[in-house]
Structure formats: C-alpha cells, structure tokens
C-alpha cells in the first residue's frame, strides 16, 4: 500500500520548472494549457484547456519500472499527439457552440 507522496516544483523561468518527487526529477517548459516533461521515464506531452480539468497526456520513452506488468500505456502510433490536439479543438468548439447558443 502507498499512502507517502512527495513533490515539489521551482520555477527558474518564464515557463521552466524543475519537478522534485520521490523517485527523482524532471524539467517541465510550457504556457498554461500545454507544457512538456522530460525526466528519467521519458518526454510527457500534456495539453488541456485551463480551469475545465479536461486533458490529453501523451508520454513517450521507457515504461515505469514500478508499473504491473501488462498494465503500461501502448506505445504512440505517428500521429497521436496530433489527434489528442484535435480533441482539445473539438472540445473547445463544443464550448464556445453552447456558450454562443446560450448567449443568443
């Protein structure tokens, strides 16, 4: 059972972060809504839309060395991180289609 969790974030620049947690650290740079880490598993692709906690993780490298066997993420076709961009757009046309509708 895992119950202890640790992390803590600095920030060293307009849009860099150095990640301290327990199993080591990682450099994150990007805006809000989309930002990429690089630590010791690999490159993590994350984009989302800010304040909805909607969101697509792409991670791409070594799998965790602590996950179940069988139960690691599949390895990214060409082209996902493209769609999971689409899906954010779609989503965001969603909003602002009900948004416009509600308004008018």
């Known amino acids: 059972m895992r119950f202890l969790r640790f992390r803590r974030s600095f920030r060293i620049g307009p849009g860099l972060r150095v990640n301290i947690g327990k ?50 993420e599949a390895p990214a076709t060409p082209g996902s991180a493209t769609r999971g961009w689409l899906w954010i757009a779609l989503l965001v046309a969603v909003v602002v289609g009900v948004i416009v509708a509600a308004a008018g």
Not at 26 to 50: E, F, M, N
Request: no cysteine; hydrophobic share 30%; charged share 20%.
């Open 23 to 72: 199993r080591g650290a990682s450099l994150s740079a990007g805006v809000r809504g989309a930002h990429v880490t690089i630590g010791k598993d690999g490159v993590r692709t994350t984009v989302g839309l800010p304040g909805t906690g909607l969101s697509y993780t792409e991670h791409s490298g070594r799998p965790r060395t602590d996950a179940v066997e069988g139960a690691g």
